[in-house]
């Protein structure tokens, strides 16, 4: 199991990797954080919006992500609906396979399952 600063740790890791991936810098809400007996969820959006706080430098499709308590893994959640539906989905076992829905902070790589 592991702890919150590994967790977190892992989160900044998987911000770090999009900011590669994407050439975006990205930076996680520093208040935020929703924990969950299964590990803790994270939200992000892009440097500049942090800095500005406007609206309009947002970015689209930062949804929020969570870090697995177990296994460390990273559950990316989309945002086609609200995250209470997402978390549903994960609860119950019925998230969509998708190619890019989990990332593993050990290979730094993306996979469905």
């Known amino acids: 199991m592991l702890t919150d600063k590994e967790m977190r740790t892992i989160g900044e890791k998987y911000i770090d990797f999009l900011s590669r991936e994407y050439d975006t810098e990205y930076m996680l809400f520093p208040e935020y954080i929703e924990k969950k007996a299964y590990g803790n969820i994270y939200a992000f959006d ?18 929020p992500f969570l870090v697995e308590k177990e296994s460390g893994r990273v559950v ?38």
């Open 76 to 113: 990316q959640f989309g945002t086609a609906y609200p995250l209470e539906k997402y978390l549903d989905f994960y609860e119950n076992n019925t998230l969509t396979p998708s190619l890019d829905r989990y990332w593993y902070p050990d290979t730094e790589e993306f996979s469905h399952k």
């Open 46 to 63: 892009g440097k500049k919006y942090f800095e500005t706080q406007d609206i309009k430098d947002h970015l689209i499709g930062t949804a």
